[in-house]
């Protein structure tokens, strides 16, 4: 069956460290994966997004890397900072007319400590 | 930028009652919408397409008699939670996808929904 797991339910690091947040899938084939920041009682916020054929992306202090045959990404935040501290989920997109039809990883809490 | 609004923020009912919640995309025109629901410390699961015009598609597991959703327009999906029962509490929150911007994807601020 399709699976997505992040690996963390929490991590806490200090600030100014680089957080490294991992989200595992099995029995999908994306052509598109995303990652969103979602606060307490908010809805989600979108970071970044990568497609299957691109291996990194970034974004300020924020990189993504996406491992087709390891069925992987990781997300990187450089520099964290106290207001980084949120959930953030990884969401699978298998693209085409489905677009936009995301499925989420349960999510890791990160917080930063000053 | 973009922004995705839902109407109300938050909502108590009793229980057997219906509720109707809004999704509209504020500056842009939305074909699609979809509609998520997140319980308490767990993720979103989709509940539902919604298509403008035509029906919308519902996720394996999602009653379409209790959840109706409507796309009546190109800026307005509204989903109606019906005869609720205590255990449809929960965070309930659409997204809609923009095609003039690299089809991105945005999300509302959810509704908070308790039946009594």
């Known amino acids: 069956s399709q699976k997505i797991e992040q690996n963390s339910e929490a991590l806490n690091i200090q600030e100014g460290k680089t957080a490294t947040l991992t989200c595992n899938y099995t029995n999908y084939s994306p052509a598109y994966l995303q990652w969103y920041r979602q606060d307490p009682g908010r809805g989600p916020v979108f970071l970044l997004l990568i497609r299957e054929n691109e291996k990194e992306k970034r974004k300020e202090r924020l990189k993504v890397t996406f491992d087709t045959t390891l069925k992987q990404s990781l997300f990187h935040i450089t520099a964290s900072q106290p207001a980084d501290s949120a959930t953030y989920l990884c969401?699978?997109?298998?693209?085409?007319?489905?677009?936009?039809?995301?499925?989420f990883g349960q999510g890791t809490i990160l917080t930063v400590h000053p | 930028g973009a922004v995705v609004s839902q109407h109300p923020s938050w909502v108590i009912c009793k229980s057997g009652t219906s509720v109707k919640i809004e999704c509209r995309s504020l500056d842009f025109q939305a074909t699609t919408m979809f509609w998520y629901r997140q319980f308490p410390k767990q993720s979103l699961m989709l509940m539902a397409t919604?298509?403008?015009?035509?029906?919308?598609?519902?996720e394996q597991g999602v009653e379409k008699d209790k959840f109706l959703i409507n796309h009546a327009s190109l800026t307005l999906s509204t989903l109606t939670v019906t005869s609720a029962h205590p255990e449809d509490s929960s965070f309930y929150i659409c997204?809609?996808?923009?095609?003039?911007?690299?089809?991105?994807?945005?999300f509302g601020e959810g509704s908070w929904l308790t039946v009594v």
């Open positions: 919604s298509n403008e015009g035509s029906k919308a598609t519902y």
């Open positions: 969401a699978l997109d298998i693209g085409g007319t489905s677009y936009g039809k995301l499925t």
């Open positions: 997204s809609a996808r923009d095609l003039q911007v690299g089809n991105t994807i945005y």
